[in-house]
């Protein structure tokens, strides 16, 4: 059973400073990953998607890392923003008894102070 | 090319109430997956339906049913409304054998 768990649960750092958060889970057989940005209310907006074959994306400031193998990934964001305070998900995709689905985890609260 | 959508976009309905949302895929998708997602929490699988039938559930009671149309709409129900359902409800599709969903706005259900 794939569990996905987020560290920290909740950040809070002033503008401009570079930050990773960390994702992990428990069966690597996944096709792929996907980071999601929610702000307070709305629905998900997908920022970066890993293909299982790949080790890393970017996009803009962010760079997300994928490694299987041991069931981890990365959300680095350079610089900060203010508008960069949200809520951040991680969501590997697997195929499960017939069915593909994606997992979530419960997020990292990201907070940029001005 | 619209993207995924759904409907309504907020919702109030009182304890044991039943209450209809609905979803449209992407174009060319023909699969549609449900999410329920609780305050605080990250999004939990309902069900997915592919060629107008549940191919998998998740950890839900049978109060939570879909039904998917032939032009690959789909409609999650839930009859005798608790509390405990108030939640944002997400509706993702994707082509069957592809490995990308995509996700709607969602539904905001608020019960009293």
């Avoid at chain 1, 997300?64 to 900060?80: F, M, N, P, Q």
């Avoid at chain 2, 950890?59 to 129900?77: A, I, K, M, T, V």
Wanted: charged content about 15%; proline content about 5%; some cysteine.
């Amino acid at each position: 059973k794939q569990e996905v768990t987020q560290i920290p649960a909740a950040l809070s750092v002033p503008e401009g400073e570079n930050l990773v958060l960390n994702c992990s889970f428990t069966d690597s057989a996944i096709y792929n990953l996907q980071w999601f940005r929610q702000d307070p209310g709305k629905g998900l907006t997908s920022l970066l998607l890993i293909q299982s074959s790949q080790r890393e994306q970017t996009s803009g400031r962010l760079n997300a890392s994928l490694d299987k193998s041991s069931g981890r990934s990365t959300l680095y964001i350079a610089a900060s923003q203010p508008g960069d305070s949200a809520t951040y998900l991680c969501a590997p995709l697997g195929w499960y008894s017939s069915a593909s689905k994606i997992i979530f985890g419960s997020g990292t609260r990201l907070s940029i102070r001005p | 090319d619209a993207g995924v959508t759904q409907s309504p976009t907020h919702l109030i309905k009182t304890r044991g109430q039943q209450v209809t949302l609905r979803c449209s895929p992407k174009s060319g998708h023909d699969t549609v997956s449900w999410y329920q997602q609780a305050l605080g929490q990250g999004p939990q699988f309902i069900f997915q339906y592919y060629e107008e039938e549940e191919r998998q559930r998740g950890n839900f009671p049978d109060r939570f049913s879909g039904h998917q149309f032939p032009n690959y709409s789909s409609e999650l129900n839930v009859n005798a409304l608790l509390l405990g359902d108030s939640a944002l409800y997400l509706c993702a599709s994707m082509t069957s054998g592809e490995d990308t969903q995509y996700f709607g706005p969602g539904t905001r259900l608020t019960v009293l």
